[in-house]
């Protein structure tokens, strides 16, 4: 008898922690589920809140796209960022063509470089032109340097800001076998996470130089081919 009721006592603990498991479950389900709703409506106010501050990036794609909004990004995924840091300044400085497209930290900790991996306009060269790749690259105030995106010949980075002093948003595009797609990526530099979203229509054709050689007033890309 006493050792029915010995196996009854370990049976109605187990049910017990199996009721707790399961209700922990739950509330990081739940807990999970709100995290996953907040979070992209986050992030589509600051894709919006970026798009507004950069307008001529928008309109520039809704005359090969026609128009469209931040609710026609899509989130494509969230990882962590490799910053490949190294001791190096910037070497963009005031003479250079692409200084007054840096991009300063709003408190001061550097500047974030989008176009001089992209772009070689130094002097003494007889025309500007575009390298294959693309990469976007923080000169911190302490002499590192981070390396937060690359991309290949198949995209470009088009368009940075600072959101905040923990957060910057670059806009470019990703060439598909469907063709050249918008896509906005949110760096997270505190963290080190990266968040991709890509827009829900495609072109294709797109030359590929088209946006810098408006922004970049002081370099003459026209020619470029890509």
Same mark, same amino acid.
């Given at each position: 008898?006493? $050792? ?9 603990? &187990? ?5 707790? !498991?399961?209700? =922990? ?6 807990? @999970? ?10 992030? %589509? ?10 307008? &001529? *990036?928008?309109?520039? *794609? &809704? ?9 026609? %990004?899509? *989130? ?8 490949? #840091?190294?001791?190096?300044?910037? +070497? ?5 063509? /692409?200084?007054?497209?840096? /991009? ?8 974030? @470089?989008?176009? $001089?991996?992209?772009? =070689?306009?130094? @002097?003494?060269? @007889?025309? +500007? ?16 340097? #981070?390396?937060?995106? %690359?991309?290949? +010949? ?7 800001? *600072?959101?905040?002093?923990? #957060? ?5 595009? %990703?060439? #598909? =076998? ?37 922004? /970049? ?7 470029? !081919?890509?």
């Amino acid at each position: 008898m006493k $050792s029915i009721q010995k196996s009854y006592f370990y049976l109605l603990i &187990a049910l017990v922690l199996a009721s707790c !498991g399961t209700q =922990e479950s739950k509330n990081e389900q739940e807990t @999970d589920g709100v995290q996953a709703l907040n979070a992209p409506e986050s992030a %589509f106010q600051k894709m919006e809140l970026g798009m507004g501050q950069k307008p &001529a *990036w928008k309109s520039h *794609w &809704a005359t090969v796209l026609g128009d469209f909004s931040v609710e026609d %990004f899509e *989130w494509m995924f969230t990882d962590s960022i490799d910053p490949m #840091e190294m001791p190096e300044k910037n +070497p963009i400085l005031e003479n250079d063509p /692409l200084f007054p497209y840096q /991009l300063p930290h709003p408190e001061g900790n550097g500047t974030m @470089d989008v176009y $001089s991996y992209k772009v =070689e306009a130094q @002097d003494g060269l @007889d025309k +500007p032109y575009l390298n294959p790749d693309s990469e976007v690259i923080w000169y911190r105030a302490d002499g590192m340097k #981070e390396r937060l995106l %690359f991309i290949g +010949p198949s995209g470009m980075f088009e368009e940075g800001l *600072w959101l905040s002093p923990s #957060e910057f948003l670059v806009m470019g595009y %990703f060439q #598909e =076998e469907e063709g050249f797609r918008p896509m906005i990526w949110l760096i997270n530099t505190d963290s080190h996470q990266l968040s991709q979203y890509k827009l829900n229509k495609t072109s294709i054709s797109y030359t590929p130089e088209s946006y810098l050689n408006k922004k /970049l007033k002081s370099v003459d890309l026209s020619s470029n !081919g890509n």
